[in-house]
């Protein structure tokens, strides 16, 4: 098959793209001329200049395509970016499910996250079935929540959409220090305290895989949770530790205490205009225990629940091998 990848030179993207090259497809990634290619600089796929963000760039870009992986997305959890969230995966999908429709692809892979579903009662495992229901809303969960109606339009209007919605993601290639940026903070002691929520974090390369296998089997129209392991951020942070070196964090910060410092934070930015690194959103979604299950997705899609550390691993030694971490 013949593939395109947008957000390829991103963390998912990259190891989609590494992923479909192994399987022996022919691979295309959408980037801007600006773009840093470091997360593929090592492997060999087609090039299409483009943005999501631009509709007329996306019919080349789709010229002869099977399969489409819609990975390119906004991560800020921060409300002064709610602008421009909302036209990168509201807007920038909506764009792409339209170019679809017209270039007549056989799939649309699209991701989400678990950020689009609603948050679990304390002590409860979400499915896909779970919709936002508190009384207040963040940018990110939002404009994700919104980019998955565009597919869903897409859906009605004939295009075979599957919906994947990765936890928090760890493993090789995150050159943008996403989830690995824990890695960097824990060795370096600039993460004092520990939030009291916790989520699924899933590897890299499982879900990688995940998203090809919905591109040969993934029900059309539906969610597909690849969370992976459910575990509080104590857990998780003691492992890294662990593994990079460094100490976890040792002092615990209750809900309503990390909610006024993100709101705090977020009062700042507004005379600064930057995103501050705690923010209300960050904040309050660290305070939930955002445990999902995985099982749809396992039984498939054959995805992989991989053991934590082994994810954290493939995370530090390949930021050994870039330069961007030390050995201890």
Not at 118 to 124: L, R, S
Not at 126 to 153: C, I, M, T
Not at 287 to 306: M, P, W
Request: proline residues 4%; aromatic residues 8%; charged residues 20%.
């Amino acid at each position: 098959m013949k593939a395109l990848v947008t957000g390829g030179t991103g963390f998912l993207g990259a190891n989609i793209v590494n992923h479909l090259i192994q399987q022996g497809h022919e691979t295309r990634v959408l980037m801007r001329k600006t773009s840093s290619t470091k997360a593929i600089d090592d492997l060999e796929y087609e090039k299409a200049w483009g943005d999501i963000t631009d509709p007329a760039s996306l019919a080349p870009a789709m010229n002869g395509v099977d399969w489409v992986f819609h990975v390119a997305a906004s991560v800020s959890m921060w409300k002064g970016n709610w602008k421009q969230s909302h036209e990168i995966n509201v807007g920038g999908t909506r764009n792409m499910v339209e170019a679809a429709l017209k270039a007549g692809v056989k799939r649309f892979v699209h991701t989400s996250s678990i950020s689009s579903l609603g948050v679990p009662k304390d002590g409860e495992v979400g499915d896909e079935s779970l919709e936002w229901s508190l009384p207040f809303d963040f940018a990110y969960n939002h404009s994700k929540r919104e980019g998955e109606k565009e597919v869903q339009k897409g859906v009605r209007q004939g295009l075979q959409a599957v919906i994947l919605n990765p936890g928090m993601i760890l493993g090789e290639r995150d050159v943008n220090l996403n989830g690995g940026s824990m890695l960097l903070d824990i060795r370096g002691g600039k993460m004092p305290i520990c939030p009291p929520g916790g989520n699924g974090v899933c590897d890299a390369d499982a879900v990688a895989k995940a998203h090809i296998a919905a591109a040969e089997r993934g029900a059309v129209g539906e969610r597909h949770i690849v969370a992976g392991m459910n575990v509080t951020f104590k857990e998780l942070f003691e492992t890294v530790a662990d593994v990079v070196g460094g100490k976890a964090p040792s002092l615990y910060a209750p809900a309503g205490v990390a909610h006024i410092v993100g709101k705090t934070f977020d009062f700042i930015s507004i005379f600064t205009n930057k995103e501050p690194d705690i923010t209300f959103d960050k904040a309050f979604w660290s305070s939930c225990k955002n445990y999902y299950t995985s099982k749809k997705a396992q039984r498939l899609l054959g995805f992989e629940i991989a053991p934590i550390r082994a994810s954290i691993e493939k995370c530090y030694n390949w930021y050994l091998k870039q330069g961007i971490m030390k050995p201890l």
